[in-house]
């Protein structure tokens, strides 16, 4: 998703975060969970946009989850709203639905939204989404393998990601990272890495596009709960965004890259990852 440049950091130890939602129970699922895992944060809880329009008023907001159908707008509007009269620079706005994969594969979210969210992916998942945004903390020991051919790009990036606790395998190549993914399955060490982030376009042939292919077709079979890929992209075609979601990305990540949304995108599929893991190992066993 493509967002505006975030001008205001979230430092407070006690954060605000807006949930809107038209249901009161799926309000009062989110507050409990953002409770148990947030230490200190305040939750605002409103029914509608009106609601909500009305809260922004009353005092700075952290962040603000919100969902696609209000009772008397679309979620899209209040994102708009929000952008135009937060009284302070610059509110993440995460949207949740079940239905946000659908709108990401149209690209028909804009700018105004910082995030989507899937709702299917369960109310715990979201907290350590919102943590991302909110109390970002690293996570010591998570592998990335990174395909990425500019050396310049590569080691901003590379450092980006270090400073926060990931472990970093960089490549150059789609070819490299087969063959890294290759050694892996041999070890029996199956999917390898935890994510994968890959630039789309690359000078030895094979694209990014090419290697979501690869890795969600027959020879490797990784689903994206599996293995899962961030692509970045400074590509900002709906149609050429839309058809890496279909063939199988998690996420895209606009260019250039912002630290902050790169690595709260990083660390949420690793986690929601690993968790997606350890469910099918279970089931099995």
Excluded: W
């Excluded at 399955?185 to 994968?196: A, F, H, L, S, T």
């Amino acid at each position: 998703m493509s967002a505006s440049s975030i001008t205001r950091h979230i430092t407070s130890d006690t954060p605000r975060i807006m949930v809107v939602d038209g249901s009161r129970v799926a309000r009062k699922l989110i507050e409990q969970v953002l409770v148990k895992d947030v230490p200190g944060v305040t939750v605002i809880s409103c029914e509608n946009g009106e609601e909500a329009k009305v809260a922004l008023q009353e005092g700075v907001v952290d962040l603000v989850t919100t969902a696609l159908r209000l009772p008397d707008i679309d979620g899209l509007e209040l994102a708009h709203y929000i952008r135009e009269h937060a009284p302070q620079a610059y509110i993440p706005i995460i949207v949740v639905s079940g239905d946000a994969q659908e709108r990401l594969v149209n690209r028909s979210f804009g700018d105004e939204v910082t995030d989507y969210f899937d709702k299917g992916l369960g109310f715990s998942a979201l907290s350590a989404f919102i943590q991302g945004y909110v109390r970002p903390e690293p996570e010591t020991g998570g592998e990335v393998l990174y395909v990425e051919d500019s050396k310049v790009v590569a080691m901003a990036t590379r450092r980006m990601m270090e400073k926060h606790g990931l472990r970093v395998t960089h490549v150059i190549s789609v070819e490299d990272a087969l063959a890294h993914l290759d050694t892996a399955r041999e070890q029996g060490n199956i999917p390898g890495p935890d994510v994968i982030l890959t630039d789309v376009y690359l000078k030895s042939g094979l694209t990014g596009k090419d290697l979501l292919e690869r890795l969600r077709g027959p020879e490797y079979g990784y689903g994206k709960g599996l293995l899962p890929v961030l692509v970045m992209t400074g590509d900002d075609n709906p149609a050429n965004q839309s058809a890496l979601i279909k063939v199988g990305a998690n996420d895209l990540v606009q260019k250039p890259i912002e630290e902050r949304l790169l690595i709260t995108k990083l660390i949420f599929q690793l986690r929601v990852g690993r968790l997606m893991r350890e469910r099918s190992t279970a089931a099995a066993s």
